[in-house]
């Protein structure tokens, strides 16, 4: 198996999640496409130095690097907005589907940066360490940064964050 | 499962693989291709440089810090034998595969000019150049099969050789182990004879205005005795 043939079964296998991360993290879908495409570029270059048994860490730091590098340059994100991503989804008139709403509209007014602070916490499952490693700051700025983010949330939808129980006591405090 | 949890994978289920892994390995590919080209571009244009140029500083300057020269003092010894002295070349044996190109700096003038060789060309056609020399430094920069330059001589030289390295593509018409090649170049006083290993090889291009025939010429499998023209270059080059 060549590199193009080692690299088009990664993706195949684990694109769709690299991809959703992407849109997390951005929060647009052009946006995302853009960031896993860049991701993939930066890939295929840095191949023979990916382990192979276990590619995805590695790509994903590189999906976290690009999109860093993005903030700064200020125009891979697109900054918040009060509108609401653009997911398309059935209205649903049950409470379920209000507060999902809630907490979609309220995800979308974090700015780019609070934002992927809680999507690696909380959707990537990465640790503060990982999290301070991957987004190029301080393990306590991880801390003050996704307090400060779910505090926002809390503002913006404050019926639906109360809720909250999978904060870490150090972070929710 | 936690709301915000819930809320990213809700969001998140939306969305389809993203990209195009093709487009990033065509990418990828094309940038190595454009890569290979610039440098290659980049050592045309280096060798191209230090020949059109690069002898400039030897001109009227012997420096005998540089690599591992040795000076041919123009004394009625060394004109009898002005090769007689760290020149492999002319001592070696004549059954050895050569080549030598004579470049020659007219006195004020930058562009180094052929003024004789010995082998082919590339096409099969003899190298044609005349030889005669308008100078009186000789340098000699030889070199055997699967050598690799050991020396780092001053600036100037190194860029020469090193050009000269660069015009030895391995491919076909590879040198004969235990061959070797030379380049020599005539510019200006003192005589200085410098064999300076470098990679052994079997093709020099000679590029530059200053060619007598085109302005690109490739001298190739380079064989047989030390031309009589040479040793008449080389004694006129050091004049008593």
Request: proline share 6%; charged share 20%.
């Amino acid at each position: 198996m060549d590199r193009s043939d080692e690299v088009r079964a990664f993706v195949a296998a684990r694109g769709t999640a690299l991809s959703r991360t992407a849109y997390l993290l951005t929060g647009n879908r052009h946006a995302a496409e853009d960031l896993v495409q860049e991701t993939y570029v930066e890939m295929v270059r840095q191949w023979s130095r990916i382990e192979r048994a276990n590619p995805e860490p590695y790509v994903r730091r590189i999906m976290y690097s690009r999109f860093i590098d993005g903030l700064r340059r200020r125009r891979l994100i697109e900054w918040p907005s009060a509108t609401l991503v653009d997911v398309s989804r059935s209205d649903d008139e049950s409470s379920d589907a209000v507060d999902r709403m809630a907490l979609r509209g309220a995800l979308a007014q974090l700015t780019p940066r609070q934002r992927a602070f809680l999507v690696l916490r909380f959707y990537d499952d990465l640790t503060e360490v990982q999290t301070a490693q991957a987004l190029g700051v301080s393990t306590s700025t991880v801390k003050s940064q996704t307090r400060v983010a779910l505090q926002r949330l809390r503002d913006l939808a404050p019926d639906v964050v109360s809720s909250f129980h999978d904060v870490p006591e150090e972070v929710a405090e | 499962m936690s709301p915000l949890r819930e809320q990213f994978d809700i969001e998140a289920d939306a969305i389809p693989a993203l990209g195009d892994i093709d487009a990033a390995l065509a990418q990828v590919a094309k940038e190595h291709r454009t890569w290979r080209r610039v440098g290659l571009a980049a050592v045309a244009a280096v060798a191209a440089v230090a020949l059109l140029v690069g002898v400039r500083p030897l001109l009227g300057s012997h420096n005998p810090a540089v690599g591992p020269t040795t000076t041919v003092t123009p004394t009625p010894t060394a004109t009898a034998s002005p090769l007689s002295v760290g020149d492999p070349v002319v001592r070696g044996d004549s059954a050895h595969h050569r080549s030598y190109v004579v470049f020659a700096v007219r006195n004020g003038t930058d562009q180094p000019v052929v003024l004789g060789g010995f082998g082919q060309e590339s096409n099969g056609g003899d190298v044609g150049l005349t030889p005669g020399a308008a100078s009186v430094n000789v340098q000699i920069l030889t070199a055997k099969a699967g050598d690799q330059m050991v020396a780092a001589p001053a600036a100037s030289r190194y860029s020469i050789a090193n050009s000269v390295k660069n015009w030895f593509p391995t491919g076909p018409g590879t040198l004969n182990s235990g061959g070797s090649v030379a380049l020599v170049l005539i510019v200006s006083s003192p005589c200085t004879i410098a064999p300076t290993p470098i990679t052994g090889a079997t093709t020099i291009q000679v590029s530059g205005a200053g060619l007598r025939q085109d302005t690109t010429q490739t001298l190739v499998d380079f064989h047989g005795p030390t031309p009589a023209w040479l040793t008449s270059a080389l004694r006129d080059a050091c004049p008593s």
